[in-house]
């Protein structure tokens, strides 16, 4: 079974940037969709980012044209660039991957950003 280890998360200031990482650890074979949420106390994770086995990218409203993500295949590590932080981003942010040929969907542990204003 996959595992997912997420990293990169911390406290910044508002306005700035952070690097996620999400290292796969076992083949995750496609077609598959790879992906960034985020969740903060009493409220429902919510999708941050996908990123399917085509290439193809997804990103909510609240992060277009601030966050990107992208996927190292060689290094089976996925990334999320959060540029523009701002408060409301604060969460934590978890990994997932899913897909027809996975015998459930994988999520990772948690990596939990801080923007200070």
């Known amino acids: 079974q996959v595992q997912l280890v997420e990293s990169g998360g911390g406290l910044v200031q508002n306005g700035g940037s952070l690097r996620l990482s999400c290292a796969a650890f076992?083949?995750?074979?496609?077609?598959?969709?790879m992906g960034w949420y985020r969740q903060t106390p009493g409220k429902q994770r919510e999708m941050v980012a996908t990123?399917?086995?085509?290439?193809?990218?997804n990103y909510a409203e609240s992060v277009k044209g601030r966050f990107a993500v992208s996927r190292d295949y060689m290094q089976n590590v996925m990334y999320l660039q959060m540029n523009s932080l701002k408060s409301e981003d604060t969460a934590v942010y978890y990994c997932?991957?899913?897909?027809?040929?996975?015998?459930?969907?994988?999520w990772g542990q948690g990596t939990a950003v801080t923007v200070s204003s």
């Open positions: 997932n991957a899913r897909g027809p040929m996975m015998r459930s969907e994988v």
């Open positions: 990123l399917n086995s085509g290439g193809g990218t």
């Open positions: 076992g083949n995750i074979v496609p077609p598959y969709v």
